[in-house]
């Protein structure tokens, strides 16, 4: 059943001075007294309050605006008029006066997106920029542009409403009756309206004669014309607080007497039920009593809805400039400026979270419950809005208020089965349009992330670019709680091991780190488990645990006990703990090798076998280089300075850690032509290309070179052209090679021919001119052995 209200205020004798208000002598915008004389003069408890100003509008209707003047002490401030569906299309900007200091700040731009219609259907229902809070002030300026665009011109009724949150120490009495109270400078004092009958609580369901009746457009909360569930009335609980008792309108003499309205009937309605469970745990939450909203600024009921299938996210305040110790007075402004500047039934949003990630419960009807909020034009029903409090146009929240909405989320979604990073139909509750320009028409569904922005929903900017941009990591974070185990548990490292494929070898000690994407805080205790039993445990903080494991094959995993006692365990990893070291089964040799010889470098080849019982990892060679090959490498090229003996020191290395060394060390020396027995026609010839400068040539068949010389390789090295010709090498009297030196690119110092043996040895090499036809020219440079 739709509700119906009824709103009444008396009005009070405007008096030159009113107790324990500090009225202000002089004409408007006259100086006002000092910070510290208003400061001390505000009362340490008082109850939230909203001060109202008229802005004078030019004649042409352009601007508007209120001279600067004093006023009594306030800490958040907007700009309202009269027609909720009315728009200031230009500049609303105002500047206030530090209470503490007296200094003036800068010109504030107050955010004029609000659509008044969000809270539509009641009396009293004002257009409004959205809130500032400015801090404790106690001056103000404000002025209005209408602009210059399409329809430009200002609304009816514009006025300054400044909201002193009262204080902050015990829960405040109640208020007194209705009434309107003249004060500083033409500032109107709003205080508290009693208590609106419902029509369930007429008797005779019908508003009352004078009272307007909302038309089918003008439905609360959020425009739908499907009306609300019955509200059963909450039972008394922290949840569900009962609403305090309506205080009676006080009458004066001033002040016409209301019309006579109706005895309510008081009927037993049953509790509601028990609000279900969530997937995700509750967060701690600040209830309205802790924050001490002042309960008398309506005694409505809340309405209640099936379900929560979305989250709206909003940014509000429009400042990051604040202390978190101000943020219970800021919820209270907000809950004041909501109700009796805008003139909703209740602070619009279901919770608000500040920069420090404190989360207040919003509208009252239980944080557990599924409250009718006013947060989202269209889409107020079924869904949830959360505000952050600060400006986040182009900045980024901190991340503890952005972990805060996600963890409101994932309760709030989880308690009816609701997905944070999937996507759900909502039904339209009147016609409009997003940021993007996306048109929706009244009754129509449209699909929505299950946690989405204001400006998904409704042309705005909020909940600004910077908050907006982060909505994925929300969605993120609140989908790891949406559950109520530890979710993407699994090992990311064992240090003091190494991995091969799937298994980890280690000598003993290892040390296992893991992850989970659950947040530590929602995590109990971490386990590590060895062959299924606990060897260590740790808090839910903490995601690293070592072991000292036996000899032998072991499975390794962790163990997560969430909050809610339910455990998750990971895959397992395979750990074999050995110190069997490994093995050079063929240890380190070098031989000579072909390629360019010169006088500080000879090309050789390393040669090696590694093994191991478990598993190879590496072979490093540490001298003369450094280089680290692979377990399946046996072999690699080097060179090696000539006349020098060389240690060539290499070690196996296991996965486990365990090692072996061996060594080999050669020196390469080079024999000269000149140095081998010549037999037949032979021609020196002279270059800086050749070894010593000097070569021998002949193009005389049979003609012959020997070298003599102990040691386990040679390499016989030659110059090569495109007509060079064929040579017969015989090795210790065999014939052992016929070797052709044509080459179509001319080389130099060209280790052509090699070959080695197992030990070191007396050996001859003779190498034989062919005599091949057309080419039968060939040119030595000498003789390479490595001893």
């Not at 006088?599 to 072979?619: C, F, I, R």
């Amino acid at each position: 059943m739709r509700t119906q209200r009824r709103v009444w205020a008396t009005a009070a004798v405007a008096t030159a001075a009113v107790t324990g208000v500090l009225v202000f002598q002089g004409v408007t915008g006259a100086p006002a007294p000092s910070g510290d004389a208003d400061a001390k003069s505000a009362p340490a408890e008082a109850e939230a309050d909203v001060r109202t100003t008229p802005l004078t509008t030019s004649k042409d209707g352009g601007s508007a605006s209120l001279a600067r003047r004093g006023t009594e002490r306030f800490s958040l401030l907007g700009v309202t008029w009269t027609d909720p569906a009315a728009k200031v299309t230009g500049r609303v900007e105002a500047r206030t006066r530090s209470a503490a200091t007296g200094e003036w700040s800068g010109w504030l731009p107050l955010d004029t997106e609000i659509d008044g219609r969000t809270e539509a259907g009641r009396s009293g229902v004002r257009g409004t920029t959205e809130p500032h809070w400015v801090g404790p002030s106690n001056g103000v300026e404000v002025r209005v542009d209408a602009g210059d665009g399409a329809g430009a011109g200002l609304p009816e009724g514009l006025r300054l409403d400044t909201v002193d949150p009262g204080g902050s120490g015990a829960p405040l009495a109640a208020a007194p009756a209705a009434h309107t109270t003249r004060t500083t400078a033409g500032a109107t004092r709003l205080a508290a309206a009693p208590a609106a009958f419902t029509a369930e609580d007429d008797p005779t369901g019908e508003p009352t004669p004078g009272e307007e009746t909302p038309s089918p457009t003008d439905d609360p909360g959020d425009g739908q014309t499907d009306e609300p569930s019955p509200t059963p009335t909450p039972s008394p609980s922290t949840e569900n607080p009962t609403p305090p008792a309506s205080p009676t309108p006080t009458p004066t003499t001033a002040t016409p007497k209301p019309p006579a309205s109706p005895t309510p009937t008081v009927t037993s309605t049953p509790p509601l039920p028990p609000a279900p469970p969530s997937t995700a745990p509750r967060p701690p939450i600040v209830s309205r009593a802790d924050w001490k909203a002042e309960e008398t600024l309506n005694n409505e009921a809340p309405d209640y809805l099936d379900q929560v299938k979305a989250v709206f996210v909003h940014h509000t305040t429009q400042t990051n400039s604040y202390s978190c110790a101000d943020s219970p007075a800021m919820v209270r402004a907000l809950h004041t400026y909501h109700v009796k500047s805008r003139g909703w039934k209740d602070i619009g949003y279901n919770f608000v979270v500040d920069k420090c990630g404190t989360i207040f419960e919003g509208r009252k009807g239980g944080a557990d419950r599924a409250v009718l909020g006013a947060h989202t034009y269209g889409f107020n029903r079924d869904t949830t809005g959360i505000a952050v409090m600060g400006l986040h146009t182009d900045t980024k929240a901190a991340s503890a208020a952005t972990d805060a909405v996600a963890r409101v989320a994932a309760w709030k979604l989880g308690q009816y089965k609701g997905n944070p990073t999937g996507t759900v139909q909502l039904t339209a509750g009147a016609d409009g349009n997003n940021l993007a320009g996306k048109k929706f028409t009244a009754q129509q569904q449209y699909p929505f992330q299950q946690i989405s922005g204001h400006r998904d929903g409704f042309a705005t900017e909020c909940p600004g670019t910077g908050l907006y941009g982060q909505l994925p990591a929300i969605r993120s974070l609140a989908g790891a709680l949406a559950t109520d185990k530890v979710a993407g548990l699994a090992i990311a490292s064992v240090t003091g091991a190494s991995a091969s494929g799937t298994t980890y070898y280690t000598k003993s000690k290892i040390t296992v780190s893991w992850k989970a994407t659950t947040p530590a805080s929602f995590v109990k205790s971490y386990e590590l488990l060895v062959g299924g039993k606990p060897v260590a445990v740790v808090k839910g903080n903490v995601t690293s645990a070592p072991a000292t494991l036996a000899l032998g094959r072991h499975s390794v995993q962790v163990r997560a006990t969430h909050q809610s006692g339910k455990v998750t365990t990971s895959a397992a990893a395979t750990v074999v703990a050995e110190q069997t070291p490994p093995a050079f089964t063929a240890k380190p040799a070098l031989t000579l090798r072909t390629g360019t010889v010169n006088a500080s470098a000879v090309p050789l080849t390393l040669k090696w076998k590694a093994a191991d019982t478990a598993a190879l990892k590496e072979v490093r060679l540490t001298a003369p280089v450094a280089k680290t090959y692979g377990p399946a490498t046996g072999s690699a090229s080097h060179t090696a300075k000539p006349g020098a003996a060389t240690a060539w020191k290499m070690t196996a290395y296991d996965h486990a850690g365990n090692t072996a060394a061996a060594s080999v060390s050669g020196a390469p020396v080079i024999l000269q032509e000149t140095a081998a027995k010549k037999t037949g026609k032979w021609t020196s010839k002279s270059s800086s290309s050749y070894l010593g400068g000097k070569s021998l040539t002949s193009s005389a068949k049979d003609a012959a070179l020997t070298w003599t010389f102990t040691g386990r390789s040679a390499s016989w090295v030659v110059s090569r052209a495109a007509t060079s010709g064929q040579a017969y090498v015989y090795v210790d009297g065999r014939k052992a090679a016929t070797v052709d030196l044509k080459s179509a690119a001319t080389k130099y110092r060209d280790a052509i021919w090699t070959q080695s043996w197992s030990t070191s040895a007396k050996h001859t090499v003779k190498i034989v001119v062919v005599g091949t036809k057309g080419r039968p020219t060939l040119t030595t440079d000498g003789l390479v052995y490595l001893k």
